[in-house]
């Protein structure tokens, strides 16, 4: 291509360009009180909702511990990383029960180490704890019929639960 014709071309392209630019800049400026509404209708994939249901879950746990005054019946959250795993994930549990397998491990030990064949399994320990657990089960009862915030935080928490529910009876 010539330099003559490369730059006929390049003005040719330059003046659509332009014309393009101008006739757009007219048509934004007559539509501008019209507004187009898109809505956009999705469903969460059960992973999602999983997942939102564990921070949804943290939230109300965390709301809860700073209204519940007992402290026996605070959760306690932790992150572990399963053994031959690098992934932490975030395990809770009353403090009672925590408190129940520490007094378990003390008194499984020996002088001079612990027997592991000696320590309770976590089906032992929630056996033993089990009238505590209607206990504090009550207790939670009581403080999310007496505190609005955390009612609404369990309702958020109950109804992501439904969904999940439903989503597994679907499928």
Known sequence: MTSRKYGCY???????????????????????????????????????????????????????????????????????????SKIAHKSCEPRYVKDFRAMKIQTSSSGTGIDVNRLPSDDHIRFLTKNRGEEAFEHVAALIATHPELFDSFEKLDALHERIKRRQVEN
């Open 10 to 84: 390049a003005t040719n392209v330059g003046a659509l360009l332009l014309a393009l630019a101008v006739s757009f800049q007219v048509a934004a400026q007559n539509d501008k009180g019209k507004v187009e509404t898109i809505e956009v209708l999705g469903q969460k994939t059960t992973l999602q909702l999983k997942k939102a249901f564990d921070n949804q879950r943290f939230e109300f746990l965390k709301l809860y511990n700073s209204i519940n005054e007992v402290a026996k019946f605070d959760v306690v959250c932790i992150y572990q990383k399963p053994i031959g």
